[in-house]
Structures are given as C-alpha cells and as structure tokens.
Nanobody, 123 residues
Framework: DVQLVESGGATVQAGGSLRLSCTVS????????IAWFRQAPGKEREGLAT????????YYADSVKGRFTISQDNSRNTVYLQMNSLKPDDTAMYYC?????????????????WGQGTQVTVS
C-alpha cells in the first residue's frame, strides 16, 4: 500500500522558515503528483503546491508563490516544502498527498493517498 509520512513541523516565530518533508513508500512514488495541503481549524483544506515526481515540474497556489518552494529528492522518495517569511496565518496542520499524475491539480478530492499531517505554528 502507498504510505506517506510528513515531518518537520514546529513552532516558529513570524518571519522564520521551516522545511517540511514527505517520505513516500517506494511503491507509490514513481510518476506521481505529490502535493502539500494545509488545514487550519475551522477552515477548508487548502492546496499549496504540487510536484510531478517523474519530470520535476511544479505548480503553486497563488497564495504561496514566492514564499514556498516544493522540491524532491528521488533517491530518498521524499518531497520537501520550504516555507519562508512565515506568518501567523500560515499556522495549520500540513499534509502531503499523492495521486497518479494526469494534470495539475490542487483539489483535495483529486488525491487518494494522504499522510497524517505535521503541525506548523507561527507565533
């Protein structure tokens, strides 16, 4: 089965940076789209960025362009989310998710595999 495990969440001060990691079981990694989402209490889950593991192409939500960067290390089956200039509004549970790539999407309903999440708190 495909498994995703997030790590790297922490409490940071506004203006700081964090790098989140999403490690995917080998079975699911190849030729997939892996995305980062977040969900704050009382809000809908929001798609942030996605990467196509086979080609390395990326796609971002307008809300995070220029502050967040998605990248991958295929030798480790790991996708990263580098977050800079963090704001209190970035406080949320952050999730990674996977789907077979056929087009760019940041809609949660398009992703069938999810990790358990990692908490980011910006004070």
């Amino acid at each position: 089965d495909v498994q995703l495990v997030e790590s790297g969440g922490a409490t940071v001060q506004a203006g700081g940076s964090l790098r989140l990691s999403c490690t995917v079981s080998e079975f699911g990694y190849a030729s997939s789209a892996i995305a980062w989402f977040r969900q704050a209490p009382g809000k809908e889950r929001e798609g942030l960025a996605t990467i196509y593991t086979a080609g390395g192409g990326t796609y971002y939500a307008d809300s995070v362009k220029g502050r967040f960067t998605i990248s991958q290390d295929n030798s480790r089956n790991t996708v990263y989310l580098q977050m800079n200039s963090l704001k209190p509004d970035d406080t949320a549970m952050y999730y990674c998710a996977l789907r077979r790539f056929d087009s760019w999407s940041l809609r949660p309903k398009d992703y069938g595999y999810w990790g358990q999440g990692t908490q980011v708190t910006v004070s």
